[in-house]
């Protein structure tokens, strides 16, 4: 049975934490951000961890360990 390919744009976007959490950017920055105000672009700057749902579903494809 061939090897699973870990999905490669998933992998750029998301990074896995030391305790093997997902964390990812938040949305809504890079479309039409020079009408947004300082304070809007400055809620969405930081990064956020992946809900329960999601790392489950993105498991497979970023290739985390099961043992985190």
Do not use: C, N, W
């Not at 020079?34 to 304070?39: A, Q, V």
């Not at 993105?58 to 985190?68: D, I, L």
């Amino acid at each position: 049975m061939p090897k699973i390919k870990s999905h490669k744009s998933l992998m750029k976007r998301v990074e896995i934490t030391g305790t093997g959490k997902l964390r990812a950017r938040k949305m809504s920055i890079a479309h039409r951000a020079r009408f947004k105000s300082k304070r809007a672009k400055g809620a969405v700057d930081s990064k956020i961890i992946l809900s329960a749902g999601h790392h489950k579903a993105y498991k497979k494809t970023v290739k985390v360990k099961s043992g985190q």
